[in-house]
């Protein structure tokens, strides 16, 4: 008796969430701006299918369209896309955990006042210290008075900047 060395063929099940699996991916592409498509180097008939899913606002046809976008596919590389989106979400969570950071600061700054300016000139040396202390204490009467946080904002945007 010979035993087959070939890998059996995946299950329909399998199949089936591949190809679900691709046309999410196909969804997330319409929604990105054209030249991400350059950069990803998507063959034309692919691009040709996104475009084609921008313009129709029929539900169904896009729906079909989209399936359409997951059998093009199944054709090509993905992992590249995939990489793509996997290194955006974490440049969103960098950035999103960076303006955290920065709201954090900020608070500290309108809080303790002057006690907490040497964290943020330790964090960001080219910082004009007659500036920073002036926009803290604007900030700090504001949040006394009950005000706009507009100076709060200001000087949120000047903390950014500095980056």
């Known amino acids: 008796m010979q035993q087959d060395d070939r890998q059996p063929a995946p299950s329909k099940t399998r199949r089936k969430r591949d190809a679900e699996a691709l046309q999410a991916l196909g969804a997330r592409l319409v929604d990105l701006a054209e030249t991400e498509w350059r950069r990803l180097a998507l063959p034309d008939e692919l691009v040709q299918a996104l475009r084609e899913a921008r313009r129709i606002r029929s539900h169904g046809a896009r729906k ?26 974490l440049a969103d ?67 950014r900047d500095l980056e």
């Open 64 to 89: 079909r369209q989209i399936q359409y976008i997951g059998k093009l596919m199944r054709s090509i590389e993905v992992q590249a896309v995939r990489d793509y989106f996997e290194q955006r979400g």
């Open 93 to 159: 969570r960098l950035a999103a955990e960076r303006h955290r950071h920065l709201e954090r600061l900020r608070d500290t700054l309108i809080d303790e006042g002057d006690a907490a300016l040497g964290e943020a000139l330790a964090e960001f040396p080219g910082a004009d210290r007659q500036q920073l202390r002036q926009l803290v204490r604007q900030a700090r009467r504001e949040r006394e008075r009950g005000g706009a946080s507009k100076s709060s904002r200001a000087l949120f945007r000047y903390l």
